[in-house]
């Protein structure tokens, strides 16, 4: 999607030009179903001229069957303009959020972490739903407002020519209205929209704290946080409602003073003799005066609309346009992966940040060994596990999967062949076989009643009322820690990973759990490579070989046995989690 955050009138163009055929049609239903705003008056002027002039009747009765067709005639026309700029809005939402979607899964890991998913779910439901606004009611009162003017000012210029001028008025006054509203809205918009997205965030943040809160009596300081971006909402608000406030009672004024004096002058006129004016003119020309006012007041009002909606596209080619992107596309594809990892002087330095997370790392792990990463707070042990899924790249040296820099690697292939257990397992709102085979079509259920059994799994699943089709809710909350992380093993199980990665997956549960977890675990490992970061040092005692991490460098490597002998600094980590 060619999508330019910066230039959102220009992209909204963009946007819609590939629907410029509905767009077309839905224009021109739109002009049939409104045209009695601007014809009644005009017939309403005939009428009363054949009154007072004593006309022909004959002309009275053309003007009503006129006025029929014109009336009924919006029945249909109303539906079609109806239909077509609903499928109009409602595509292009669509294709936003597809879009977004689609943007966020290529873009980093690490975008997402400092955006945060509060905020992103505010640019995919808000503001593209700020953007459907502003498109329907462009669409609505700003085309009948834009065709009342044509249709009135062709009208009068036909009817009487000397007041074209006078309507002519309204316009520039208008244009400088609202041109003051859009200098003066746009930054109060951006800014109430700040406000917005910083609320989001702090009742995500205070949904995700509510245990730790209440667990500690903290509700009054919880509810001083929110309350606090709260105020500055409803500041920003009503920061925002002024400025609109103001230049729309300026507005009404102005118009109401430029009616009063049309309708003064067409009744001189009319008096004097001063041009050739009917009571019907005087009629008509006051009408559409007054229709003239009320469209471009409503051509006024939709200014903050139309700059909210284009904030919104400000906001959404945020994501957009985002730079940080996963690159993968023209790069090696993997269709077969035996495990062989090797880090050639791997450092890593966040941005920012003081000092390198990683630097100089050097480790040759053969297909099927276990390494488990080890070492005090801050020593680097998550960020080699994201340099070795390729959430991040290596800022100096390389790794190499099987002989091959993983720069040069599809990352998607290779992760096909990658299964990952978290210290806290992420489920979704879905069945229990919905989450254990997800991504997967054709699984059998041998396969899966395999993996459940390997995972420890199978025995509470059956027990459940629904069996394996029994909902978790969302993020698995109606499952203990344990069935969490079994079933998250049963989802690496089934996928027959041959790189395997272990982030603190037992250390968050009970005694009981982590054995039938850790026994799970030990099934899955069986002949896979396999990266494991611990806390608890006598979980890793099963590796092959343990990295012990210090500031961010490999400080000592071999197996359990031989580092507690060496006496070093795993050896010293051992001895304070005895104590």
Known sequence: MDFDGRR??????????????????????????????????????????????????????????????ILLQNIPMHMLWVRQMSLIVRELGTDLRSALAGRLQQLSISFHTKAGASLLQTKVVRDVENVEMMLQQVAASGTSAVLTLIGALSLTAVRVPQFVPLFLLVVPATAGLVAMVRRRSGARNEEFRRRVEDLSARVDEMAHLMPITRAHALETEALHRVRGTVDEVRAAGHRLDLVNGRFGALSWVTYQLLGAACLIGAGWAAWSGFAPVSAGDVVLLSTYFAVLTNSVIGLFGLAPIITKGLESIRSVGEVLAAPDLERNEGKQTVTAVAGAVTLQGVGYRYADAAAPAVRGLDLDVRPGETIAFVGPSGSGKSTMLNLLIGFIRPTEGRILLDGVDMEHIDLRSYRKSVSVVPQE???????????????????????????????????????????????????????????????????????????????????????????????????????????????????????????????????????????????GLFARLHRLQKV
């Open 8 to 69: 959102p009138l220009r992209t909204t163009v963009r946007l819609l030009a590939p629907r410029k055929w509905r767009i077309a049609l839905a224009t021109i239903a739109f002009a049939a179903k409104d045209s009695p705003t601007w014809l009644l008056p005009l017939l309403t002027a005939n009428i009363i001229d054949v009154v007072v002039e004593h006309r022909p009747l004959l002309q009275l009765w053309l003007n009503a069957a006129v006025l029929a067709v």
């Open 425 to 567: 397992s992420v489920l979704f709102d879905g069945t229990i076989i919905d989450n254990v085979t997800y991504g997967l079509r054709g699984m059998t259920e041998e396969t899966v009643t395999r993996a459940l059994r390997d995972a420890n799994a199978l025995e509470f699943v059956e027990r459940l009322p629904h069996g394996w089709d029994t909902v978790v809710g969302e993020r698995g909350a109606l499952l203990s820690g344990g069935q969490r992380q079994r079933l998250a093993i049963a989802r690496a199980l089934v996928r027959d990973p041959r790189v395997l990665l272990l982030d603190e997956a037992t250390s968050a549960l009970d005694s009981e759990s982590e054995a039938l977890v850790q026994e799970a675990l030990t099934r899955l490992m069986r002949g896979r490579t396999t990266f494991v970061v611990a806390h608890r040092l006598a979980t890793v005692r099963g590796a092959d070989r343990v990295a012990v991490l210090s500031g961010g460098r490999l400080a000592e490597l071999g197996t359990h046995d031989e580092l507690i002998a060496a006496d």
